[in-house]
């Protein structure tokens, strides 16, 4: 057998969002272990996943990927594939487990998937080389509430640089930050820090299920889309940075925003 780890990124939807060259990759390989703690393939469960490779899948929780060697082990005698949501580098769990390999000279290859980094900004028709940092916004708890999120989005938006907000995911409760709670958790923190990230005149891009047949963008202003369906999580968030006119069409166009930012960015 040969000493191998085969990391393959599955994309954001189905047992259809990889690529023909990742499914022929783990057709191949001996052994396979699946993460979705980082993040949740839409539509399809590991059952599926098996059926269309024709292999048993080993799912592994953080701690095995983080404290155990037990996908090190494997690969030294063996070919294994690694499988996650979306892209297959995009967590520093990922990229450590990589470094081990390499360190013990394990040959590695990769396999990238679509990713929300990728689908969010086409989908909306925002450019993607127009961001800035992205944010992830954690459960509001009770005293708990981090204003490192709201700088970073601030940072963005007096750069004029778009912000991607990825929400809360805790795959082992099945907990998933909603679009509504995001928002609410935003217009909470402009009433703590006060700082004019957040208006009433603010538009707010959501992005639900993206790649999916379910997928739904949206884009308002906040107290409007607190009233609006916003589809199903998983969601992600785009607050818009300056607007090209392209842009500002695109979101009036594709996800229904309100029409007065296309003269706002004309004038």
Not at 204 to 212: F, Y
Request: net charge negative; proline share 4%.
């Amino acid at each position: 057998m040969r000493s191998e780890i085969v990391f393959v990124g599955l994309g954001l939807s189905g047992t259809d969002g990889m690529t023909v060259k990742g499914l022929n990759a783990l057709k191949e390989c001996d052994k396979i272990y699946a993460e979705f703690y980082t993040s949740v393939l839409i539509g399809a469960g590991i059952g599926d996943l098996e059926s269309v490779i024709g292999k048993k899948i080993s799912v592994v929780h953080r701690s095995q990927v983080e404290e155990e060697d037990v996908i090190i082990s494997d690969a030294r005698k063996m070919r294994v594939g690694f499988v996650t949501a979306g892209d297959t580098m995009l967590a520093t769990t990922h990229v450590d487990l990589r470094i081990q390999a390499e360190e013990e000279g394990i040959p590695v290859r990769l396999i990238h998937g679509v990713s929300i980094f990728g689908a969010c900004p086409t989908s909306l028709g925002l450019q993607p080389y127009k961001f800035g940092r992205t944010v992830t916004l954690p459960f509001l708890e009770t005293g708990y509430q981090p204003k490192s999120p709201y700088d970073n989005i601030k940072q963005n938006k007096d750069r004029g640089l778009h912000t991607m907000i990825l929400l809360d995911i805790r795959a082992d409760e099945l907990r998933y930050m909603t679009a509504h709670q995001a928002l609410e958790w935003l217009i909470e923190g402009e009433k703590k820090w006060g700082e004019g990230l957040i208006t009433d005149r603010t538009v707010i891009c959501v992005a639900s299920n993206v790649g999916s047949k379910d997928e739904k963008i949206t884009a308002g202003y906040p107290q409007d889309l607190l009233k609006k369906d916003l589809g199903a999580p998983l969601q992600t968030l785009v607050i818009p940075g300056d607007l090209h006119f392209m842009e500002a069409y695109a979101l009036v166009d594709f996800a229904g925003a309100p029409k007065e930012i296309i003269d706002e960015e004309d004038g």
